[in-house]
C-alpha cells in the first residue's frame, strides 16, 4: 500500500530551477524521515537531500545553496526546489522513506549547457 510517486522533472537550462514533487501514500510524511536521491547513468545512487520528521534538514555538500528540501504535511507530500541547476545535476530524482526499503520510480532532470 506504500506508495511515493515522483513528479516535477525535465528539461531546463543551466541556470534555471525546477521544483521536484513526491507524492505519498500508505504513510504519513510528518512521522518518518524523508530522502531525494539521485542517479546518473553509469553512477552510483547518491543521497542529495533529507528532511527528518522533527524537520530538520541535511544535503549533499554538491548542491547545498542550491536546493532545499521541504515538506507540506497536509498535502502529505515532499518536495525539492532545485535552483541554479547545473548540467552535472542531470540524473533520475527518487524519493524515499528514511530507513525503510520503499522507493518512487523516479522523475527525469536534464539540465542543457
Known amino acids: 500500500q506504500v506508495q511515493l510517486v515522483e513528479s516535477g522533472g525535465g528539461l531546463v537550462q543551466a541556470g534555471g530551477s525546477l521544483r521536484l514533487s513526491c507524492a505519498a501514500s500508505?504513510?504519513?510524511?510528518?512521522?518518518?524521515?524523508m530522502g531525494w536521491y539521485r542517479q546518473a547513468p553509469g553512477k552510483q545512487r547518491e543521497l542529495v537531500a533529507t528532511?527528518?520528521?522533527?524537520?530538520?534538514?541535511n544535503y549533499a555538500d554538491s548542491v547545498k545553496g542550491r536546493f532545499t528540501i521541504s515538506r507540506d504535511n497536509a498535502k502529505n507530500t515532499v518536495y525539492l526546489q532545485m535552483n541554479n541547476l547545473k548540467p552535472e545535476d542531470t540524473a533520475v530524482y527518487y524519493c524515499?522513506?528514511?530507513?525503510?526499503?520503499?522507493w518512487g520510480q523516479g522523475t527525469q532532470v536534464t539540465v542543457s549547457s
Open positions: 524515499k522513506i528514511g530507513t525503510a526499503p520503499y
Open positions: 500508505g504513510i504519513i510524511v510528518a512521522f518518518n524521515a
Open positions: 528532511i527528518a520528521n522533527g524537520g530538520s534538514t
